[in-house]
């Protein structure tokens, strides 16, 4: 962290968990009100103090406004409004830049303590009673002092950019018989774009579909000595990640040839060769719906 009068923190990408698929990730933590909070430090490309803001009309409470950023300028969303806790701005108040989805987005927060490495073993997905937050929980992660929230932070993106990210591009011409007697699996925590794939793909004539909530749960399918014709799999999981699912399916001699397709927000030109060192076939950006079903057939048709 520097002195406050510029940049807090600058993420270097290639010096933080170089290996693929050990199921870590580091997380920075920061706060908003009484709660402590936590986002994948591979989504963030610098911290820094509060900018100049200009104020857009017609925006939802939480869309503070604009920043120009070295020439670029970025949206930004009021983390503490989203959750519906007051803030007074202070010193600390710090602006995380991240990028998902292709895209780059910038979350206003109370303030950002530290970063740290975890297992995604660590990181319990909520129950309904617990989730909260508008519904926006994704994971909490167990610490020795503390419980960290994990956000689903592509979903408020999404959601105050008003995007219809269920619009849906046709797939390859291909009749439907072709692809009903298909197994597809798809392993993804979030119920949103789980529904979004699923429909996709039940649109598209593939109804042999089989879904799981974390890696973990998907590689015990497999172990269990169950098969499909292709895996579909998101990166960020809890219990297990889909980078370290795609590394231990391909120790296995059973699956050494399975067609496993990573559909994250995760997906970018630094970060591609983290899916091509464990053996991913194709990695598709989120929400780019429109390429799944035409990689899905490359595979399996």
């Keep these: 962290m520097q002195d406050g009068k510029g940049l807090d923190y600058v993420y270097n990408q290639h010096d933080i968990l170089?290996?693929?698929?050990?199921n870590e990730l580091e997380i920075v933590i920061f706060h908003c009100g009484p709660y402590t909070f936590g986002i994948n430090v591979m989504k963030v490309?610098?911290?820094?103090?509060?900018?100049?803001?200009?104020?857009?009309?017609?925006?939802?409470?939480?869309?503070k406004g604009l920043i120009e950023l070295r020439g670029e300028v970025m949206t930004v969303i009021d983390l503490p409004t989203v959750i519906g806790v007051a803030h007074e701005e202070t010193t600390d108040d710090r602006l995380i830049i991240c990028e998902f989805n292709g895209e780059k987005s910038v979350l206003r927060v109370d303030s950002v303590t530290e970063i740290r490495r975890i297992s995604?073993?660590?990181i319990d997905t909520p129950n309904e009673l617990a989730r909260g937050i508008e519904g926006l929980t994704n994971g909490v992660v167990k610490t020795g002092d503390k419980m960290i929230i994990l956000l689903d932070y592509e979903k408020i993106a999404l959601e105050l950019s008003r995007k219809d990210i269920f619009a849906r591009e046709e797939g390859r011409r291909v009749s439907p018989r072709n692809r009903s007697n298909k197994?597809?699996?798809i392993a993804e925590d979030s119920e949103?774009?789980?529904?979004?794939?699923?429909?996709?793909?039940?649109?598209?004539?593939?109804?042999?579909?089989?879904?799981?909530?974390?890696g973990k749960d998907a590689f015990d399918a497999f172990e269990a000595g169950s098969n499909c014709d292709l895996l579909i799999t998101d990166i960020e999981m809890p219990k297990m990640d889909g980078l370290h699912l795609t590394k231990r399916l391909r120790e296995d001699d059973r699956y050494t040839d399975l067609p496993i397709v990573v559909f994250s927000s995760l997906i970018s030109d630094d970060l591609r060769h983290k899916g091509e060192s464990v053996g991913v076939n194709a990695q598709i950006t989120k929400p780019e719906i429109g390429r799944l079903i035409e990689t899905v057939d490359t595979y399996v048709l």
Excluded: C, H, S
Excluded at 18 to 22: F, K
Excluded at 49 to 54: I, S, Y
């Design 120 to 122: 995604w073993e660590q």
């Design 45 to 63: 490309r610098e911290i820094i103090v509060p900018l100049p803001m200009t104020p857009l009309p017609g925006t939802p409470d939480a869309v």
């Design 183 to 185: 197994t597809i699996w």
């Design 192 to 214: 949103m774009l789980r529904t979004l794939i699923i429909e996709t793909l039940e649109e598209a004539g593939y109804d042999g579909l089989k879904w799981f909530i974390n």
């Design 18 to 22: 170089l290996e693929a698929g050990t």
